[in-house]
């Protein structure tokens, strides 16, 4: 255990990252930020070669970061491959696991399976950590099939060490956050703390590694309950402010406040409770979660009706990405919204500042349009994220407005309201009384 620490700090091995997204990448980053070697492997060919030449296209995802990859990768403490073949000369003893576990809004385990057995076959002996979101009971299902051999051999030391970096809050990082994990024993649990003490000030060990992976999917089934109930009390009470009641009931110390809009999206808050009922044993004992996932799929098509409902022929949409600052467009919540007016046969356009016309076209079946100038072809707008990119172009966005109905689903445009009405345009913010 110690030798594989030990090798770690002088460098005679690298900390091997299964995943260069945006998980896999600023764990090599922060931990060749220590002085540590980190190695990714990921089977995209053009992103290996473009970190290779330490090069992050997403310059939100720099400015969270903090700092500059290129330094490391001259440096020789940051390397990308592509081929299994140069993993394997390798013969890393740290292996990180940071693939994505869901596909088409479903979990999915297929590509874990692989990268377990990916790593038996280049690894002679380490520890394995999982970063990626698991479904309940995963891990074990893992472990029978591929590692028990070599974890009662003592061959491999298996640990779990689930995410919550907060990729919009420089502040929210691996350094800074809460982490918790959870070893399959002992020797498992204090070499991960070792290991991730390297990088992490806050650790929180978990007394098994069934406890740290349930963790991270617990955690955000909490969050989708209360986005869900949210847009629930939007919908009992549409003749209300539950926008301004939400922000009030958020005053108390021990509620968090969440708004009403178009739902969640992204890798794991929308799937954190369908992890959750696959895991368990007792499935209708989970009717509140059953719920979220009913609610968080539906608001979308409601918002599109009441949009259908005005007689809105072209529609502009800012934002594909599910989150602020970041071009992630996994399960965003835009995409089924389009759907619905595509198939009304609405005309029905998106400009986002990280997706090309191709991608765009790709991922939503929608054209892109010139920004900010073609703002003024739309009869509805719907403002879905809070780019920089578009809060920074704020008053180019109002100069272009001419459209009959402005829906906000952030706030950032309530204080242009005396703007909007002097343009007689109709301003929808999420939430508010009969929004939708």
């Known amino acids: 255990m110690n030798k594989i620490y030990n090798n770690l700090l002088n460098n005679k091995k690298p900390v091997c990252v299964w995943g260069t997204g945006y998980i896999g990448l600023s764990t090599m980053a922060f931990f060749s930020q220590k002085n540590i070697k980190a190695c990714g492997y990921d089977v995209d060919k053009k992103l290996v070669n473009s970190l290779s030449r330490g090069f992050i296209k997403n310059d939100d995802f720099k400015k969270w970061l903090g700092f500059e990859i290129k330094p490391y990768v001259k440096k020789g403490k940051l390397s990308f491959k592509s081929e299994l073949s140069e993993i394997e000369k390798i013969d890393p003893e740290v292996n990180f696991v940071c693939i994505p576990t869901e596909k088409n809004g479903k979990p999915l385990m297929n590509i874990l399976q692989k990268t377990i057995k990916n790593i038996k076959k280049v690894s002679s002996s380490g520890i394995i950590i999982i970063e990626s979101t698991l479904t309940p009971g995963t891990a074990d299902k893992i472990i029978q099939k591929y590692l028990i051999k070599e974890i009662k051999n003592k061959k491999f030391l298996f640990a779990i060490a689930p995410r919550r970096d907060w990729f919009v809050d420089g502040t929210k990082n691996l350094t800074n956050m809460d982490r918790v994990f959870g070893g399959i024993n002992k020797e498992s649990s204090f070499l991960c703390k070792k290991i991730l003490g390297i990088v992490c000030r806050k650790l929180h060990m978990a007394s098994s590694h069934q406890v740290a992976e349930m963790v991270k999917s617990f955690e955000n089934c909490y969050r989708h309950v209360d986005i869900a109930l949210a847009n629930q009390l939007s919908l009992a009470y549409p003749k209300d402010n539950i926008r301004e009641t939400l922000k009030l009931v958020g005053t108390k110390w021990n509620i968090g406040t969440f708004y009403p809009g178009f739902g969640s999206g992204g890798y794991c808050i929308p799937l954190s409770s369908k992890y959750v009922i696959s895991g368990s044993l007792k499935k209708k004992s989970l009717g509140i979660l059953q719920q979220a ?81 073609d703002l003024s072809s739309f009869d509805c707008i719907i403002y879905s994220v809070n780019h920089y990119n578009f809060v920074k172009n704020k008053n180019k966005i109002l100069r272009n407005l001419k459209c009959k109905y402005f829906i906000d689903n952030t706030g950032e445009f309530k204080n242009s309201l005396n703007t909007l009405k002097a343009k007689k345009i109709n301003y929808i913010l999420s939430g508010e009384k009969n929004w939708i």
């Open 293 to 373: 996932i009913k609610t968080d799929n539906h608001i979308n098509i409601l918002i599109a009706n009441s949009v259908i409902k005005k007689k809105c022929k072209k529609v502009g949409i800012l934002g594909l990405s599910y989150k602020s600052n970041l071009k992630v467009s996994t399960l965003s919540p835009i995409i089924p919204f389009i759907k619905k007016l595509k198939s009304n046969k609405i005309s029905v356009k998106i400009f986002d500042p990280y997706f090309s016309n191709k991608e765009i076209k790709k991922i939503a079946n929608a054209n892109t349009f010139k920004f900010p100038k």
